[in-house]
């Protein structure tokens, strides 16, 4: 089944300390990419990938990293999470080509306090 | 980037076609148009996507105008579960790469 594998669903942290979100696909696609989602704000991409070891950012990138050294696997980073980090946060990927389109995981709710 | 308005909510009677209005009057020539929707907290699914012709899958059908500002979603029998968020987006292609433009979509209530 053609899927996109976050992990964890849940988290609950504390300030400042550093934790990673996994994400992975397994349909061979080119491009990957983070998503937030807030209250009355949408999702907002936050990085995304459009192949190994290239990654760039999105809209909010701040406070977040990424890496792309497997094409199936986009973590996200959080070297030093923050309150303002809490949100859903969502993992997508797609191949490259305009007129297909982007599968997305089930979600990872992130509490820091 | 193409940007897209969407009433914030709407209501439908189950058994009924549910019509989803979106206007993307910024749209370029070689932008598709996507709906997508969100159950609860889910991730989002696909449901359609088109670029100037109509289109029509198991799930809905996509109507473009000609001048292509504009779109309307049909779920053609809605049911109990197709109450969700839906998203209409421009997946413009910027900066030598394809982005999704997500709104903050059109919470539709389907009633029994």
């Known amino acids: 089944e053609a899927q996109v594998t976050q992990n964890p669903r849940y988290l609950i942290t504390v300030t400042g300390k550093k934790l990673t979100v996994t994400c992975s696909q397994n349909?061979?696609?080119?491009?990957m990419s983070w998503y937030r989602q807030d209250p009355g704000l949408g999702l907002r991409q936050i990085y995304y990938s459009m192949n190994v070891e290239v990654t760039d950012k999105g809209d909010v990138p701040e406070g977040y990293k990424v890496s792309r050294k497997e094409k199936r696997n986009f973590p996200l980073i959080l070297e030093s999470p923050s309150p303002n980090q809490t949100s859903l946060y969502f993992c997508?990927?797609?191949?490259?080509?305009?007129?297909?389109?982007?599968?997305f995981g089930q979600g990872t709710r992130l509490t820091v306090v | 980037d193409a940007k897209t308005t969407q009433p914030p909510s709407m209501d439908c009677a189950e058994g009924r076609a549910a019509n989803l209005p979106c206007n993307h009057s910024t749209i370029s020539g070689n932008e598709y148009v996507y709906w997508y929707r969100q159950i609860h907290s889910q991730g989002p699914q696909y449901i359609i996507h088109?670029?100037?012709n109509n289109e029509t899958n198991e799930m809905a059908s996509l109507i473009i105008t000609e001048d292509r500002k504009s779109s309307t979603l049909i779920l053609p029998h809605a049911t109990l579960r197709d109450t969700a968020v839906y998203y209409c987006?421009?997946?413009?292609?910027?900066?030598?790469?394809?982005?999704?433009?997500f709104g903050t979509g059109t919470r539709l209530k389907v009633l029994a």
């Open positions: 349909m061979n696609h080119e491009y």
């Open positions: 987006i421009v997946r413009a292609f910027t900066s030598g790469t394809y982005k999704y433009i």
């Open positions: 088109g670029l100037k």
């Open positions: 997508a990927s797609s191949l490259m080509t305009g007129n297909t389109e982007a599968f």
